[in-house]
């Protein structure tokens, strides 16, 4: 993957300064809110890596994530739970997202990364977690590397240079480490992106778009988010090689590597207020191998 894949363009920055409400530094209790949204995530993850067999499909899998949150309480999503299989890991450029249909089937061996993003009590914890089924040395190399930028970040993004440089870090820490940055398979190439607190009508309701007029993309996101990101602008939110504008705020951050075949990524939610920036908790380091 060639710099050119992530090229920056004067009219993208110009609009990732537009003034937005999102930039407001969090309070105590938006804070401990995210918090739980972002523990319910992460537990319905780890949960369904503990039930998880060879033999079960992507969809299944979705399913029993979305099952599990439903009965949590959660009615609205960021995204509809994302289950990648094996080679589906990579994020293939411009296909990255839920399985269509049954998807493929979990074998020996595999890599698989589950991401969901549940809207409790009207905040959103976005989240995904990497695993294999067995031991993986590779995998468990890449996440090691992996927990290495997670704890550079925070010092990172307090850095007075602008979100890109941030991005352009990540990319070379990749590179250099001889895997390939993951950030081709999302739209704009992000690192991460804002998240909100929703109202109570799209906290009681996903919303999702129907895929038939609005496209397979759109019809995976929650239309609250949706909303929320086309009402502040869209540029200001996303964290690429283009962002110039304030980073306060709560991003869902989610680096994504490719290696032999198979992706591995974290994503989880980072605090930034003006005098320091930290992730929500550790729940994201504990390690579960599919029996």
């Known amino acids: 993957m060639t710099m050119s894949r992530f090229t920056s363009t004067p009219l993208a920055r110009a609009l990732s300064r537009l003034p937005s409400s999102s930039t407001r530094p969090p309070s105590a209790v938006d804070v401990e809110a995210f918090g739980r949204a972002q523990r319910l995530a992460f537990g319905c993850a780890q949960a369904c890596a503990k039930e998880m067999r060879v033999g079960w499909t992507e969809g299944r899998t979705a399913k029993w994530m979305f099952d599990y949150l439903h009965d949590h309480g959660v009615r609205s999503f960021l995204h509809k739970p994302i289950v990648a299989f094996g080679d589906r890991t990579l994020a293939h450029d411009d296909h ?4 269509n249909g049954p998807g493929l089937t979990l074998k020996e061996g595999d890599v698989v990364i589950l991401d969901c993003a549940p809207v409790l009590e009207g905040y959103t ?19 090691d590397f992996l927990s290495e930028i997670r704890a550079e970040l925070p010092e990172r993004i307090m850095d007075p240079a602008t979100s890109a440089t941030i991005f352009d870090w990540v990319d070379k820490r990749i590179r250099d480490a001889g895997y390939e940055n993951g950030a081709g398979g999302y ?49 200001p939110e996303v964290l690429n090689v283009n962002h110039r504008g304030l980073k306060t ?3 869902a951050v989610e680096p994504h590597l490719r290696v032999d075949g198979w992706g591995c990524k974290f994503e989880e939610l980072l605090v930034v207020q003006p005098d ?12 579960i191998v599919i029996e």
Request: proline share 6%; aromatic share 16%; net charge positive.
């Open 276 to 287: 320091r920036a930290y992730w929500l908790d550790d729940i994201s380091q504990e390690r």
């Open 187 to 235: 739209g704009e190439h992000i690192l991460g992106h804002r998240v909100y607190k929703h109202g109570k009508f799209f906290t009681r309701h996903a919303g999702f778009p129907p895929q038939r007029f609005f496209g397979h993309f759109l019809s995976w996101h929650g239309a609250g988010f949706l909303l929320n990101t086309a009402r502040h602008a869209i540029n």
């Open 96 to 99: 990255w997202g839920p399985p």
């Open 249 to 251: 705020g709560v991003w």
């Open 125 to 143: 914890g976005d989240i995904a977690y990497t695993l294999a089924v067995g031991d993986h040395p590779g995998l468990d190399a890449a996440r």
